[in-house]
């Protein structure tokens, strides 16, 4: 009896038990599964009632009871007024006694034969305790335990990697603001923190890049259109390397400008220009496509300017005549406009710095733009003057107190406008010397006629007619008043664009001008250095919107 209980009456409804119970299994399973299941149910492991009745050691596993909860019990019990506890005693001690259950209502029941028609219910159902052998209970206590330690270990995982990824996250999100924050700092760095920029300034700014809203373009993309930088290609060479045409795969046109990897200062005119130019938008300054950073490759693209620079006009004797007066004339009105802009109408007040001919190109209508923004200097509030120790610019197109002091303003930028007007209204380069004599700079020339009363004579005999005549030497007036000596007597760029429009009717006389003699050791020493004289300064660039 013990060791094989007559199980096999078990019917209808004790397939849901025993999916439950792990101390039973189909007495035949392939009658079960066709839903046949008169056969019942068996033992998997048979008891060892033995030890409870002192045939066993002390020491011999004794069986125990599986609790299945909320069952409608068996019938055919036998019932006794027992309390809980000494129900299970009972049922204990008994090695005929199969199960046991305790009903509140009805007190101790207990099995000792077959149970019919069991079946688990969702309510209103008695807890019932199975006998099993003491290696059922084992096995079920460890399978619990291994579920328990499976459970925990993927609960740990998952939350491991949900807390790693929100703390990866708050990291970069930590550092990426830190970075907007303190900007791109270019201006007046020492040595150390310079090659520390050079090394890591754009990979860590590739994000801030992305944030100027200009579109990246690949190299690939860019060699192509410019057949590999072939020197066919190539428009001109500046200090931050040399600059291509390019024609992209639909047609359109652009200036590829290629930061040479010899440039000690092609990387901060990079990043300065990118946050600077990206944020203009006016019609006299030359407008930026994208740019490119790839490995070493720092790549500026600009809308083509089919007749380059306004030098390449100026200065040769063969394009010089396709520059009449009205031309020369609407030139020096949208060079005015266009740094009117930068001082004034543009949410950022911005000091060039390095306005030279070579800078200002010229469209296919011979209009101007002004380009090379890689040395500008943004200023910020109130601020109206700034100091450096390194200055940049180009020499001949230096206000005196920039060159000497380090000191720049608008009027900075003010009296190098006033050279280009005389060299556009003259057509001769301000770096060269006039008058052997006396070593004079084209400034000096023009300083030498104006108190001859012989002004006339400055003016290019190619653009000479006389109902222009009044209208060219307002213009040599208004380039004198430009080039002062002092920057508190130079006129600033708005009353400059009112003198030139006639709106200042009588213009006050102009002071002594800055540089009017030259050391001709210093000409020569000068005359090489214009080539590329554009020393590198440290600037600090504030990312904020211009309109």
Partial sequence: MVSALHLEDVIHGIHQFAAVYRGLSQKHTTEWNRGNWTSGC??????????????????????????????????????????????????????????YAYDAGI??????????????????????????A??????????????????????GTVSISICTFILWRWIAKHKARKRKGKGILLFNTGEAHKKFLSENMLGDNLNQLKDQELPLFDFEKLAN????????????????????????????????????????????????????????????????????????????????????????????PQKEKLLDWR???????????????????????IIHRDLKASNILLDKELHPKISDFGTARIFRGIEDQANTRRVVGTYGYMS?????????????????????LLEIVSGRRNTSIYNDEQSLSLLGLAWKLWNADNIVA????????????MEILRCIQVGLLCVQEFAKDRPTISVVVSMLKSEIVDLPPPKKSAFTKRNLALDTESSQLNQSICSTNNVTITTVQGR
Avoid at 77 to 95: G, P, T
Avoid at 238 to 251: A, E, M, T
Avoid at 267 to 287: A, D, G, T
Avoid at 400 to 420: H, M, N, R, T, W
Wanted: proline residues 3%; hydrophobic residues 35%; charged residues 25%.
């Fill in 134 to 155: 003491h290696s059922e209970l084992v096995t079920d206590t460890e399978g619990d335990v291994k579920k328990i330690v499976t459970i925990t270990v993927i609960i």
């Fill in 107 to 132: 007190g101790c029941l207990s099995w000792t034969k077959s149970f019919i028609d069991t079946q688990q219910l969702s309510s209103n159902g008695v807890d019932l305790y199975i006998r099993v």
């Fill in 42 to 99: 068996v033992r998997r492991t048979p008891l060892q009632c033995g030890s409870v009745n002192g045939t066993g050691s002390e020491g011999d596993n004794i069986d125990g009871f599986l609790k299945q909860k909320m069952l409608n019990v068996p019938d055919f019990a036998d019932y006794s007024d027992a309390h809980e506890d000494d129900c299970r005693q009972q049922c204990s001690k008994n090695c005929s006694c199969i199960a």
């Fill in 225 to 316: 259109a410019t057949n590999n930088f072939h020197q066919s290609n190539k428009l001109g060479q500046g200090g931050f390397g040399p600059v291509y045409r390019g024609i992209l795969s639909d047609g359109q046109e652009i200036a590829v400008k290629r930061l040479s990897k010899t440039s000690g200062q092609g990387l901060e005119e990079f990043m300065n220009e990118v946050v600077v130019i990206s944020k203009l938008q006016h019609r006299n300054l030359v407008r930026i496509h994208g740019c490119c950073v790839e490995g070493e490759e720092r790549i500026l693209i600009y809308e083509y300017m089919p007749n380059k620079s306004l030098d390449a006009f100026l200065f040769d």
């Fill in 327 to 349: 031309k020369r004339f609407n030139i020096i009105e949208g060079i005015s406009r266009g740094l009117l802009y930068l001082h004034r109408d543009s949410r950022l007040r």
């Fill in 458 to 469: 400055l003016i290019d005999p190619m653009i000479y007619e006389p109902c222009f005549e």
């Fill in 400 to 420: 005196p107190e920039y060159a000497i002091e380090g000191l720049f303003s608008e009027k900075s930028d003010v009296f190098s406008f006033g050279v280009l």
